[in-house]
């Protein structure tokens, strides 16, 4: 009994395989003056995208962060990440009763001496293909803001200017993890 239960359970690991996995990836982020700032971890679970934040040199307290739904990351405003990423069209909020949009994610927050370790979950969401894929199309964005996201008030929860931002595209999957040193590459062109 167990043997024939475990052919079809073997075919759908194969098949999963020949998927592209880019699973676990990292997203550099980046201040409004461009300088990374530290990672974004994502890692695709049965639950969604898990993402382990750890940057530096941002305000202390609570901050909104969410998956935008371009992945364009122009500082100084990052306005080019476009809105939440929102495949269901949905209001905006965890707390929303008809929320909440797909990027949505608890607000994170930032210790005294500017650092974070957070670890957010997006449930739902994937990392290969399909509707709730951060990586469909030309992929998505992580952005930090300014304020805490309140949870409830449209379209963004109030969460005020963009600070920080990521791409999620398979480019950024394919790389290296970016060098702590933003100028060490220049030193080997010069
Ligand atoms: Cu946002
Ligand atoms: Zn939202």
Known sequence: MKKTFL???VLLILTACQQEDYSPMTVTMYNQANDAIGTAKLSESADGV?????????EPGLHGIHVHEYAKC????????????????????????????????????????GTVEAEL?????????????????????IVI????????SQPSGDAGKRIACGLITV???????????????NKEEE
């Open 145 to 152: 803001h300014e304020k805490q996201d309140d949870g409830v």
């Open 7 to 9: 052919i079809p359970i």
């Open 50 to 58: 898990s993402v382990e934040l750890s940057a530096e040199g941002l």
């Open 171 to 185: 480019e950024e999957a394919n790389e290296e993890t970016a060098p702590s040193d933003p100028t060490a590459n």
């Open 121 to 141: 979950l997006v449930p739902g969401a994937t990392l290969t293909e399909g509707n709730y894929s951060l990586l469909q199309g030309e992929g998505t964005s």
């Open 74 to 113: 122009d500082p100084p405003d990052f306005q080019s990440a476009g809105n939440h990423y929102n495949p269901d069209g949905k209001e905006h909020g965890l707390m929303h009763p008809e929320g909440s949009h797909l990027g949505d994610m608890p607000n994170i927050e930032v210790d005294g001496d």
